[in-house]
C-alpha cells in the first residue's frame, strides 16, 4: 500500500512565523501535491511538482512556497504565515502519468494565531 | 477553468437504503475521474478510479459511472451501513490536476 506521511497532525503557530510542512511518500512516485481544504471552498492545489527541484504553482500559491529536493520528500513553506492561512493541509503523490490515481496523506490541520 | 459541483451537499438516509451520489464538471476534457471518502479530521481514502475511456467502475457495494459528454458521474451505495457515513468528494483530473468538488456529507442512521 503506497504511504503518504505528513509530519503534523496538527500545529500551531503564531502569525509572521515561518512554518515548515513535511510530506514523505514511499512508493519512489514522481508527482507529488500540496493542498489546502477549507469548509465551503473544497480542496484547492496549492502547489506540485513532478520531479526533484521541479515545481509548479497551482490554484492559490500566494503566500506559499515549496521544496522538492529528494524525491520522496515535498515541503510547504509559509514564508510569513497570516491568519487566513488557518487551514487543513493534505499532500498527495501519483506516478508520473496523468492517469494514474493520487493517494493522500492524514493531512496537518494548522492554526495560525 | 474546470468547475466541479456535488449535489446535495449533505444527505440523511435510514440504514439499509442505497445511496446515489451525483457530480458534474464543466469541462468533458479529462483524464480520469475519481471518487474519495473523507471521515472527520482525515485524509482521503481512494474509492474508485475511472479512466476517461471508460463508462463504470464497481467495487464491492460500489458502483460509480461517468458520462463524460454530459460532464457527470454518479457513485451508487447499495444497501448502506451506518460505517458509510462520511464525506464523499469527487474530482476530476486534467493535465496533472485534481479539481474538486466540496463533497456530499452522508449521515446513515441506525
Known amino acids: 500500500d503506497v504511504k503518504v506521511t505528513q509530519s503534523s497532525r496538527y500545529l500551531v503557530k503564531r502569525t509572521g512565523e515561518k512554518v515548515f510542512l513535511e510530506c514523505v511518500q514511499d512508493?519512489?512516485?514522481?508527482?507529488m501535491f500540496w493542498y489546502r481544504q477549507d469548509p465551503g471552498l473544497g480542496l484547492r492545489l496549492i502547489y506540485f511538482s513532478y520531479d526533484v527541484k521541479m515545481k509548479e504553482k497551482g490554484d492559490i500559491p500566494e503566500g506559499y512556497s515549496v521544496s522538492r529536493e529528494k524525491k520522496e520528500r515535498f515541503s510547504l513553506i509559509l514564508e510569513s504565515a497570516s491568519t487566513n492561512q488557518t487551514s487543513m493541509y493534505l499532500c498527495a503523490s501519483s506516478f508520473g502519468e496523468t492517469y494514474q490515481p493520487q493517494h493522500f496523506g492524514d493531512g496537518t490541520r494548522l492554526s495560525i494565531l | 477553468k474546470q468547475e466541479v459541483t456535488q449535489i446535495p451537499a449533505a444527505l440523511s438516509v435510514p440504514e439499509g437504503e442505497n445511496l446515489v451520489l451525483n457530480c458534474s464538471f464543466t469541462d468533458s476534457a479529462i483524464y480520469n475521474l475519481q471518487w474519495f471518502r473523507q471521515d472527520p479530521g482525515k485524509g482521503l481514502t481512494s474509492l474508485l478510479l475511472i479512466q476517461s475511456s471508460q463508462r463504470e467502475q464497481t467495487s464491492g457495494r460500489l458502483n460509480a459511472s461517468l458520462d463524460k459528454s454530459s460532464g457527470r458521474s454518479t457513485l451508487y451505495i447499495a444497501a448502506s451501513q451506518p460505517g458509510d457515513s462520511a464525506t464523499y468528494l469527487c474530482?476530476?483530473?486534467?493535465?496533472?490536476?485534481?479539481?474538486f468538488g466540496a463533497g456530499t456529507t452522508v449521515t446513515v442512521r441506525a
Open positions: 474530482a476530476v483530473v486534467s493535465d496533472y490536476k485534481l479539481s
Open positions: 512508493m519512489d512516485h514522481e508527482n
